[in-house]
């Protein structure tokens, strides 16, 4: 039995539909006590309105090129540690989820344009230098 998000934290289990009830004629997912294994039990549907997989954060681009064309000046990191300078980049900058990069880039100005830029950079250096240390301190031990 599947279960996720505030659906199992309320002691829900969630699976398919597969019984055609008026409740769950949709197919999609359904909430149903634990103790009940099928979705006669008066089930509310939990399927997504919408498609979120679009959605993604702004920087995550702009990051992961920024580490690709860095990459030489640290030669000491190899590929296996580029995404985890990745991750710390992308901790240290704000969020911005869109769902398509026009979005955001059509309505900023130049400035804002190349704020980001070093703003991106910043973070990225700051990164490498980061996890550069760090496997530095545990090649010592």
């Known amino acids: 039995m599947y279960t ?6 309320r002691g829900y289990s969630t699976e398919e539909c597969t019984t055609g009830t008026n409740a769950c004629v949709q197919r999609g997912a359904h909430r149903t006590p634990i103790t009940d294994n099928g979705c006669t039990a008066t089930p509310t549907c939990l399927r997504m309105p919408a498609d979120f ?6 920087y995550e681009l702009q990051v992961v090129q920024m580490v690709i ?6 030669p000491l990191l190899t590929e296996v540690q580029h995404p985890d300078v990745a991750c710390v980049a992308l901790n240290r900058l704000p969020p911005r989820y869109i769902r398509h990069q026009v979005d955001l880039v059509f309505h900023m100005t130049e400035k804002e344009r190349t704020d980001n830029e070093q703003l991106v950079r910043e973070a990225v250096v700051f990164a490498f230098e980061f996890v550069q240390a760090r496997y530095a301190m545990r090649a010592r031990r």
């Open 4 to 9: 996720f998000g505030a659906a199992s934290e």
């Open 53 to 58: 997989t679009s959605l993604h954060n702004y």
């Open 69 to 74: 064309d860095m990459a030489p000046r640290y």
